[in-house]
T-cell receptor
Framework: KAGVTQTPRYLIKTRGQQVTLSCSPISGHRSVSWYQQTPGQGLQFLFEYFSETQRNKGNFPGRFSGRQFSNSRSEMNVSTLELGDSALYLC????????????FGSGTRLTVV | KQEVTQIPAALSVPEGENLVLNCSFTDSAIYNLQWFRQDPGKGLTSLLL?????REQTSGRLNASLDKSSGRSTLYIAASQPGDSATYLCAVPNQAGTALIFGKGTTLSVSS
């Protein structure tokens, strides 16, 4: 079966711009969660969506937002980009509450210059 | 608040050695634990998922154990190979099952 697909793979943006990242989960999975990975902070949870509803949100500023569509695809948006937003953004899908584990995508590498 | 710790942070071994990576968690009320592998700049690849009712899971040269009562899991890699060089992460779900909580990882280097 197809895995978790994240697009684009790489992005270079300028400070102050905004960016939208996309994640398509495994077919049948209804939960999509997003993580930010940086060398200093490791993997940090951003937010999780299930059936178009945000069920959980991590400790990130309001510039970070997301949504989920009826087909379970999810997008995250970062507005007013800062240099510190440069990171690998990973999304994961699970059936519901991770009872069968999580599957991750290959990530989007965002560089803010 | 659940916290996950992995020891050691880094490990260098010669090819062929058997090795153990450790993961500990502070809240034993977990329903599963998952081990991942990450190559530099890549996503996470799931290695093993252990349900709370299980004590071990095996996949090829990998064996993971789980002791909920002591808040520990170990990942055993037999006969290590240079291709095993990567960062290994363990993670547990939060109580609601809406997020994974990760350790910082163990970066493994296997030399030939």
């Amino acid at each position: 079966k197809a895995g978790v697909t994240q697009t684009p793979r790489y992005l270079i943006k300028t400070r102050g711009q905004q960016v939208t990242l996309s994640c398509s989960p495994i077919s049948g999975h209804r939960s999509v969660s997003w993580y930010q990975q940086t060398p200093g902070q490791g993997l940090q949870f951003l937010f999780e969506y299930f059936s178009e509803t945000q069920r959980n949100k991590g400790n990130f500023p309001g510039r970070f937002s997301g949504r989920q569509f009826s087909n379970s695809r999810s997008e995250m948006n970062v507005s007013t980009l800062e240099l510190g937003d440069s990171a690998l953004y990973l999304c994961a899908s699970s059936f519901s509450t991770g009872e069968d584990g999580y599957t991750f995508g290959s990530g989007t590498r965002l560089t803010v210059v | 608040k659940q916290e996950v710790t992995q020891i050691p942070a880094a490990l260098s071994v010669p090819e062929g050695e058997n090795l153990v990576l450790n993961c500990s968690f502070t809240d034993s009320a977990i329903y599963n634990l998952q081990w991942f592998r990450q190559d530099p700049g890549k996503g996470l690849t799931s290695l093993l998922l252990i349900q709370s009712s299980q004590r071990e899971q095996t996949s090829g040269r990998l064996n993971a154990s789980l002791d909920k009562s002591s808040g520990r899991s170990t990942l055993y890699i037999a006969a290590s190979q240079p291709g095993d060089s990567a960062t290994y992460l363990c993670a547990v779900p939060n109580q609601a099952g809406t997020a994974l909580i990760f350790g910082k990882g163990t970066t493994l280097s296997v030399s030939s």
